[in-house]
């Protein structure tokens, strides 16, 4: 059974939250306990239960009436286990919705049907296309609110069809909903005998995402495993996650950067030898050479090796309070490999709101950009359209260590 992660995405007040907890209570995913709580709460309030409670986590968010965080919910169906990420609908939030697309399959964007597509779809739907997410589902909601209007759906539909050219999606589903009733979230709605698709959660269980498995085979190193007692003095692994692709015994592969070929001679998966690993799965791989390697090496098949280089172009989301400094040095955190780069130029910076580019001498707290990076070794990395898991990157600030950049590597 694959699971699928998405991530859900809309204005604010479009029910987002609402949305979630229809999913998870409509296909029975609440465990018993929280739903007692659910309807203790709301029995006291004198309605019925808040679906939008379900996935609030902080206290705060219920207070202010705003969602301020990347929430995330875990569910099943006999079909798919599903992982959703809940990012914020605020413009302000940006780096929240970068940090809940950048590993999502998939993106659900609500459009309130009284509203239609606004600038914050169009935002929406440009990270998630940005953050290389291939399928859509643009879920109009409230429905119920336009009497179940096919004309309106249909003009919503049509109006995001003439701007996907703009984007990266390779499937886009249209589907009218109603959070709060409950229309066409898993059961198909009396109410739109028009509509003739999938609900909700049949779209979620039957959409084909492509597997990491079919990606070109990444591993770098966690951690290197050499036991000192005697029992085990001739035992070398290296433990880590196969972050795409598959490894099996015999094959050949290259240690990067040392540029040495080996091949497999033993893998393990909790201290059980097995013949074959694939993407998701961590594990400790056995060389048949005595090579050096260090923590943040990479241990890829000879004839499927990624890019090297130390001129590096890459997207940019900006999460620091302070701008982004042309000529300053700061260490970009590839996994586990730490290097030093220098930003070289800020080659252009995108307006979310009107889909432009134009250029910029500085990068501030929420812009997206692209920006030229030299660093001080070479870094062996996949474009992020191609390989997403080996394709991202933080950059840090070395004076004082925190998180300021999410890149996307071209």
């Known amino acids: 059974?694959?699971?699928?992660?998405?991530?859900?995405?809309?204005?604010?007040?479009?029910?987002?939250?609402?949305?979630?907890?229809?999913?998870?209570?409509?296909?029975?995913?609440?465990?018993?306990?929280?739903?007692?709580?659910?309807?203790?709460?709301?029995?006291?309030?004198g309605v019925e239960i808040d679906l939008s409670l379900i996935t609030?986590?902080?206290?705060?968010?219920?207070?202010?009436?705003?969602t301020i965080d990347v929430a995330y919910k875990y569910f099943s169906t006999k079909k798919r286990k599903f992982i959703i990420a809940d990012a914020p609908g605020h413009e302000q939030y940006t780096r929240n919705m970068i940090t809940g697309a950048s590993n999502s399959d998939?993106?659900?964007?609500?459009?309130?049907?009284?509203?239609?597509?606004?600038?914050?779809?169009?935002?929406?739907?440009?990270?998630?296309?940005?953050?290389?997410?291939?399928?859509?589902?643009?879920?109009?909601?409230?429905?119920?609110?336009v009497d179940y209007s096919e004309t309106i759906f249909n003009d919503i539909k049509n109006a995001f069809e003439a701007i996907k050219g703009d984007l990266n999606y390779?499937?886009?589903?249209?589907?009218?909903?109603?959070?709060?009733?409950?229309?066409?979230?898993?059961?198909?709605?009396?109410?739109?005998?028009?509509?003739?698709?999938?609900?909700?959660?049949?779209t979620l269980e039957h959409i084909?995402?492509?597997?990491?498995?079919?990606?070109?085979?990444?591993?770098?190193?966690?951690?290197?495993?050499?036991?000192?007692?005697?029992?085990?003095?001739?035992?070398?692994?290296?433990?880590?996650?196969?972050?795409?692709?598959?490894?099996?015994?015999?094959?050949?592969?290259?240690v990067l950067p040392s540029g040495i070929e080996t091949?497999?001679?033993?893998?393990?998966?909790?201290?059980?030898?097995?013949?074959?690993?694939?993407?998701?799965?961590?594990?400790?791989?056995?060389?048949?050479?005595?090579?050096?390697?260090?923590?943040?090496?990479?241990?890829?098949?000879t004839d499927e090796l990624p890019k090297t280089s130390n001129e590096i172009k890459t997207w940019i989301s900006w999460l620091d309070h302070n701008a982004l400094q042309i000529g300053k040095t700061y260490l970009l955190q590839h996994r586990f490999k730490t290097v030093r780069v220098k930003i070289q130029s800020i080659d252009q910076k995108w307006d979310i709101n009107t889909w432009e580019f134009g250029a910029s001498e500085e990068i501030k707290l929420?812009?997206?950009?692209?920006?030229?990076?030299?660093?001080?070794?070479?870094?062996f990395f996949d474009p992020?359209?191609?390989n997403s898991k080996n394709g991202n990157a933080v950059l840090i600030d070395e004076t004082t260590f925190n998180t300021v950049g999410a890149l996307m590597f071209l």
């Open 56 to 66: 609030d986590g902080l206290r705060a968010e219920r207070e202010q009436g705003i």
């Open 170 to 202: 390779d499937e886009i589903a249209y589907i009218p909903v109603s959070a709060l009733v409950g229309d066409n979230i898993v059961e198909t709605s009396e109410r739109t005998p028009w509509f003739e698709g999938d609900t909700l959660l049949s």
């Open 263 to 301: 091949t497999i001679t033993k893998i393990e998966k909790h201290q059980k030898e097995i013949e074959k690993a694939i993407a998701g799965e961590n594990i400790v791989l056995h060389l048949s050479d005595n090579i050096d390697i260090s923590r943040g090496d990479s241990i890829v098949k």
């Open 106 to 145: 998939l993106i659900i964007i609500l459009v309130d049907a009284r509203k239609g597509i606004t600038f914050q779809t169009k935002r929406h739907a440009s990270v998630g296309s940005l953050m290389g997410i291939k399928k859509a589902i643009i879920a109009v909601n409230k429905i119920d609110l």
């Open 384 to 386: 992020f359209e191609e």
């Open 366 to 379: 929420n812009d997206i950009g692209q920006i030229s990076l030299r660093t001080n070794q070479p870094l």
């Open 208 to 254: 084909e995402i492509q597997t990491k498995e079919n990606l070109a085979s990444r591993f770098q190193v966690q951690w290197v495993i050499r036991p000192k007692d005697d029992e085990h003095h001739d035992y070398r692994g290296y433990a880590g996650q196969v972050l795409s692709g598959s490894y099996q015994v015999g094959d050949s592969v290259k």
């Open 1 to 45: 059974m694959n699971t699928l992660k998405f991530i859900t995405a809309g204005n604010v007040d479009d029910g987002k939250s609402t949305l979630i907890g229809r999913l998870l209570y409509d296909s029975d995913s609440i465990h018993t306990d929280q739903l007692g709580v659910l309807q203790k709460q709301t029995k006291q309030e």
